[in-house]
């Protein structure tokens, strides 16, 4: 049997499941993330309720009503296609095109008609002669339209004044399903990995993305948000997906442009700065969103996903991050992407890298080249955060740039000699909120990060202490007033050389 698996065709043994094609291609998918499975066109277009006719005049979109009996409504979905057709005549009240040969069994009442009613006009009382009447103006008439609601099954929703420039010379080039998300998602389904296909299925595994070079910040804020292979999408309207996980990240205005469907959105600023929106339907532009990039394919997984659904994403190019490797590890990668590597600070092959210049991988394959900054590897400082703090934590990853980065670093605003302890500079701005959390009891150990809450002055204060303590935090301040974040767990006894105003470098363990 013959499906489709992210566009591509393949043909498979009767009783493949999905996990099956996946195999066969070798397609991106991360295990828990959503899945569709479409069962086919003909699936798919039994939700269809638009069409488009396109003229050599311009397009008509007609849509059909809510009460269409069926019978008129299967009529037209089983022969629509040929009414690709010369327009049979024209009047002051209906634009007629046809015929066609179909089942429908004619009346000859007269019927009154609504301007932009779409409806079957069976000519001389026959179905061999249906014919598809446009109607431009209120009037009543006798068409041999079926009983059922006056042969009326549609109304004419755009491309009127096409209509009304048409005559007895134009043609109708071609009639095809205008296919929605609603379209999609009635026809899909999110299921396993060992649903069993049939032929004509089509399944959908991942999203591929393409970055937006104009937006450099905006782009590495989602290769960081992507960094699993995976999002996890926190909002869901007919409009949008929100992706929410990296909310509170600066970044400045970059490229401001139409969102259009796929169109992948950074919000700069206001309520919500730091969200990522993909876009399901097209809107216009806002000062406040930069675009960042757009879905390549994989567009119909978006259009299935819902609140709390992870979906797999692969950017292309992907990201060149090369902090905490060696510089051998990071020439290594650089050649293979094809950017060459200047080495600064040590230079040594295992010196580890805590810094590159430019910071942004669109401005790296940009210039083609990047400064690579590497320090022995004692000194980067490796930490362990504990899950009892969350507001703490994140202040602290985001002070560092830990959210986004695989290694931060903290500015020495406190070392004196004898005290066993070192201070950071801490960032008011972003402090607000930091209420007591994970105070320590006892002791505060060795080790122990620990952040000033808002009981006191100093809120947003980090510290580390070289030994136990059972008085004081980290920051100098009682427990009460002390938020234990995490701890070091490697490169403690380097701490004691640092003094005021020097730079350390952490990661996550």
């Known amino acids: 049997m013959q499906v489709k698996i992210n566009g591509e ?16 291609v070798g397609a991106p998918y991360l295990p828990g993330c959503v899945l569709g499975l479409v069962k086919g066109m003909e699936e798919v277009e039994k939700h269809v309720n638009k069409y488009s006719l396109k003229t050599n005049k311009g397009s008509i979109i007609i849509e059909i009503v809510d009460d269409a009996p069926e019978s008129l409504v299967s009529t037209w979905k089983q022969f629509y296609k040929e009414f690709a057709k010369g327009v049979r005549w024209t009047t002051s009240q209906e634009v007629a095109i046809g015929p066609v040969q179909t089942q429908l069994t004619p009346s000859r009442e007269k019927y ?31 068409y041999g339209a079926p009983e059922e609601n006056r042969g009326v099954f549609a109304r004419v929703v755009g491309g009127k004044r096409t209509i009304l420039k048409l005559n007895d010379d134009d043609e109708i080039l071609g009639v095809k399903p205008v296919l929605e998300r609603e379209n999609i998602v009635k026809s899909a389904a999110i299921t396993n990995l060992e649903t069993l296909l049939e032929e ?25 948000l992507q960094e699993s292979g995976k999002i996890r999408v926190d909002y869901e309207s007919n409009t949008f997906l929100g992706f929410y996980a990296l909310q509170g990240l600066e970044k400045e205005a970059e ?3 139409q969102r259009k469907r796929g169109t992948i959105t950074f919000r700069n600023k206001g309520k919500g700065m730091g969200r ?25 997984l978006l259009d299935i996903a819902g609140y709390g659904d992870e979906v797999t994403f692969q950017t292309s190019p992907t990201r060149i991050m090369t902090l905490s490797m060696t510089q051998k590890e990071a020439e290594e990668f650089l050649q293979e992407n094809g ?3 200047i080495r600064e600070g040590l230079q040594d092959d295992d010196a580890v890298v805590v810094k590159q210049e430019p910071q942004y991988t669109m401005d790296i394959i940009a210039q083609g080249e990047v400064k690579t900054l590497g320090i022995p590897a004692e000194d980067l400082l490796h930490v362990e955060l504990y899950p009892g703090a969350p507001r703490s934590t994140w202040y602290f990853q985001k002070i560092t740039g830990l959210l986004d980065s695989p290694v931060g670093s903290l500015q020495v605003h406190f070392a004196f000699p004898g005290m066993k302890l070192l201070m950071f500079k801490d960032f008011p701005k972003e ?16 080790g122990e990060i620990g952040i000033t809450n808002m009981s006191r002055r100093h809120i947003g204060m980090v510290g580390v202490r070289f030994e136990d303590n059972r008085e004081f935090g980290p920051t100098g301040e009682p427990f009460q007033g002390t938020n234990i974040i995490g701890r070091m767990v490697e490169g403690i006894e380097h701490l004691e050389k640092y003094k005021e105003g020097d730079t350390i470098y952490v990661a996550r363990k």
């Not at 065709?9 to 066969?24: C, N, R």
């Not at 009447?133 to 009543?140: A, M, P, V």
């Not at 969103?289 to 757009?294: A, E, F, Q």
């Open 200 to 224: 004509g299925n089509q399944i959908f595994t991942y999203v591929h993305v393409k970055p937006n070079p104009k937006s450099p910040q905006s782009v590495e804020h989602f290769y960081a």
């Open 9 to 24: 065709k393949i043909e498979l043994p009767e009783g493949s499941t999905i996990q099956d094609a996946i195999d066969k």
């Open 276 to 300: 990522v929106y993909i876009y399901r339907e097209d809107r216009v532009s806002t000062p406040s969103h930069n675009v960042l990039g757009t879905v390549v394919s994989g567009m119909q």
């Open 255 to 257: 490229h401001i442009d």
């Open 431 to 446: 402090s607000k909120g930091l209420i007591p959390e994970n105070n320590p009891q006892e002791v505060v150990k060795a």
């Open 339 to 341: 950017v060459k590597q």
């Open 112 to 142: 009154h008609y609504q301007r932009w009613d779409v409806l079957f006009s069976l000519s001389g009382f026959t179905a061999d002669s249906t014919h598809l009447i446009l109607s431009t103006g209120e009037h009543e008439a006798v």
